[in-house]
């Protein structure tokens, strides 16, 4: 079975982002990590190998830096790695990059992260299934899989749980508490820095054109300085924080 399991580098969530022009971050300064969501994608990706066998292949869109991603992908355990290159500027248009990597490679099942840390959009999944016209099971929380097929479970509204059938190809995205990612091991760290990343260039009439645009990037607004309510003890500290929560910050 061929696995391919999509990768984006994103910026750390617990660092400071600092904004590049009015449309993006500034990547250049910031800790970037793999997507948090495309971890657990990694890990079961790795685990439908080791059930099923096959191959798994890490696939990731953007810059040449983006290939950390890919190493981080490698070093976890993935059998290879490939690196898009187009220019794409919205989720359909990276989906339809995508999708010309993933018949290039000659997938059964392609796994995601539900979404990315950085814009939250959680959009390329679903569209990447379009664009094949492939079946696709998103917000995956238990998965059953085998060589023709398998059964999918994802939470719905209310605290219930869906179980879906599926047979291949299928494209997957993967929720929180799917699995718990694999540390990557010295030996896998020593190896991913050796292995060849394959290079997939898609040109633009393959992409298409874009149907969102981002119009501008805005920071929130600095948070106030704390206040402490001290010098006064507990009954009276509990009534001067009442009287500034209903008087001053006007919450109660």
Request: net charge negative; proline share 4%; charged share 25%.
């Amino acid at each position: 079975m061929q696995v391919v399991v999509l990768v984006k580098q994103v910026a750390d969530t617990a660092a400071r982002i600092k904004l590049q022009g009015e449309r993006d971050i500034d990547r250049q300064s910031a800790s970037l990590i793999v997507n948090p969501y495309d971890e657990m994608a990694i890990e079961e990706a790795l685990r439908i190998r080791e059930k099923v066998g096959g191959t798994v292949v890490a696939v990731t869109l953007g810059e040449a830096k983006a290939e950390e991603a890919l190493r981080t992908a490698l070093a976890m355990g993935v059998d290879e790695a490939a690196r898009v290159t187009a220019q794409t500027s919205d989720p359909l248009t990276t989906a339809r990059a995508l999708a010309r990597a993933v018949q290039e490679l000659g997938a059964d099942v392609v796994v995601a992260g539900r979404s990315a840390a950085d814009d939250e959009q959680g959009q390329v999944g679903a569209l990447l299934a379009t664009v094949l016209d492939w079946p696709c099971v998103t917000e995956v929380t238990k998965l059953e899989i085998g060589p023709e097929g398998g059964t999918a479970e994802r939470e719905v509204e209310g605290g219930g749980v869906q179980v879906l059938e599926f047979s291949l190809p299928i494209v997957l995205t993967a929720q929180e508490g799917l699995n718990t990612p694999r540390y990557a091991s010295l030996p896998g760290i020593m190896k991913a820095k050796r292995k060849e990343i394959r290079q997939i260039a898609v040109d633009a009439s393959a992409v298409g054109e874009p149907v969102l645009e981002t119009v501008a990037l805005e920071l929130p607004p600095e948070r106030s300085q704390g206040r402490m309510i001290a010098d006064l003890g507990p009954v009276e500290a509990a009534k001067e924080l009442v009287r500034v929560l209903h008087e001053e910050a006007k919450l109660i």
